[in-house]
């Protein structure tokens, strides 16, 4: 079964205007902002660097398979590890999208984390940001391991057609629209299975965290990677929430993912987010990143 993780109630961040700017020089200064926290993080250890770039309702999924809710919880939640506190970490962003309306974004990349004595050790994170007067922060953020094998180290950045006027007016629909995605996406594995309705519903660039060295990328890799037939062992939906762009055109879902039927001494749910995107206004939401 295919990593994913969980939806908290709606979350509503609004950003300052964003200045009328080229798609790709946004995407470029979202990596550059990410590449700046890895700068300073790499002079502290993991539990001050990574949360160092949270807002303070930040979201992540734990090994407890629940979330961390809020900076302090996220602070928590990365000192129950005792090797985050003697440990730092550089990280590299390979790709990185935003939103129409300038206020939000995605990067995911690798992670390379020191711990004095050992072996250097890799990982794979994903990042959902959203553009507040003091710059990008964090508002969705997850990691996963990266064993030894090759990685992909640069992806084309996901980009709207134009930028538009962030425009506050359309929230609310714009969340409607994102959940029933995401509910959608669910009830179609009902009908056609888990395989399948990853392929339905994701974009050819999608990315899975996957279990390898690198990440799976593009539907059809996902979904056979989530299995096939038409069996669907699970059910999900955005039961935490959603946030989205005013835009209409990205945004992240969280939640649970339910066993149908648990198997005894089997965790009954897990925890997931999904980054969203249409790759233009009239095209359906397809997941692009999880």
Same mark, same amino acid.
């Given at each position: 079964?295919?990593?994913?993780?969980?939806?908290?109630?709606?979350?509503?961040?609004?950003?300052?205007?964003?200045?009328?700017?080229?798609?790709?020089?946004?995407? *470029?200064?979202?990596?550059?902002?990410?590449?700046?926290? &890895?700068?300073?993080?790499? !002079?502290?250890? #993991?539990?001050?660097?990574? *949360?160092?770039?949270?807002?303070?309702?930040?979201?992540?999924?734990? @090994?407890?398979?629940?979330?961390?809710? /809020? %900076?302090?919880?996220?602070?928590?939640?990365? %000192?129950?590890? @005792?090797?985050?506190?003697?440990?730092?970490?550089?990280?590299?962003?390979? $790709?990185?999208?935003? &939103?129409?309306?300038?206020?939000?974004?995605?990067?995911?990349?690798?992670?390379?984390?020191?711990?004095?004595?050992?072996?250097?050790?890799?990982?794979?994170?994903?990042?959902?940001?959203?553009?507040?007067?003091?710059?990008?922060?964090?508002?969705?953020? !997850?990691?996963?391991? &990266?064993?030894?094998?090759?990685?992909?180290?640069?992806?084309?950045?996901?980009?709207?057609?134009?930028?538009?006027? @962030?425009?506050?007016?359309?929230?609310?629909?714009?969340?409607?629209?994102?959940?029933?995605?995401?509910?959608?996406? *669910? =009830? $179609?594995?009902?009908?056609?299975?888990?395989?399948?309705?990853?392929?339905?519903?994701?974009?050819?660039?999608?990315?899975?965290?996957?279990? /390898? &060295?690198?990440?799976?990328?593009?539907?059809?890799?996902?979904? %056979?990677?989530?299995?096939?037939?038409?069996?669907? @062992? #699970?059910?999900?939906?955005? =039961? !935490?929430?959603?946030?989205?762009?005013?835009?209409?055109?990205?945004?992240?879902?969280?939640?649970?993912? $339910?066993?149908?039927?648990?198997?005894?001494?089997?965790?009954? +749910?897990?925890?997931?987010?999904?980054?969203? $995107?249409?790759?233009?206004?009239?095209?359906?939401?397809?997941?692009? +990143?999880?």
């Amino acid at each position: 079964m295919v990593s994913r993780l969980f939806p908290l109630a709606c979350m509503v961040v609004i950003a300052a205007p964003a200045v009328a700017q080229e798609p790709r020089t946004l995407a *470029s200064e979202l990596i550059a902002a990410d590449r700046a926290f &890895s700068n300073a993080g790499a !002079k502290a250890n #993991i539990v001050d660097s990574i *949360s160092a770039m949270m807002t303070e309702n930040a979201v992540m999924p734990t @090994p407890k398979l629940d979330f961390a809710i /809020g %900076k302090s919880a996220i602070v928590e939640a990365l %000192k129950s590890n @005792p090797a985050n506190a003697a440990a730092s970490a550089e990280w590299s962003p390979i $790709r990185a999208g935003i &939103s129409a309306d300038g206020t939000q974004g995605f990067t995911y990349g690798f992670m390379f984390i020191h711990d004095a004595g050992k072996p250097d050790r890799r990982a794979k994170y994903l990042a959902y940001w959203v553009k507040r007067p003091e710059g990008w922060r964090v508002a969705f953020y !997850k990691r996963a391991g &990266s064993a030894d094998g090759d990685i992909t180290t640069r992806v084309d950045p996901a980009l709207p057609v134009e930028m538009v006027a @962030p425009d506050p007016q359309r929230l609310q629909d714009n969340l409607v629209s994102l959940k029933a995605a995401e509910q959608a996406f *669910s =009830d $179609r594995a009902q009908e056609i299975g888990v395989g399948p309705a990853f392929a339905e519903f994701g974009s050819e660039d999608a990315m899975n965290m996957g279990g /390898g &060295s690198d990440f799976t990328f593009g539907n059809t890799a996902i979904a %056979k990677a989530a299995g096939e037939g038409n069996a669907a @062992p #699970i059910t999900w939906g955005p =039961d !935490k929430g959603a946030l989205v762009a005013t835009s209409g055109d990205l945004g992240v879902t969280w939640g649970f993912i $339910r066993a149908k039927e648990p198997k005894a001494g089997e965790p009954a +749910a897990f925890p997931f987010f999904t980054v969203w $995107r249409k790759a233009a206004p009239d095209q359906p939401w397809r997941y692009v +990143a999880e």
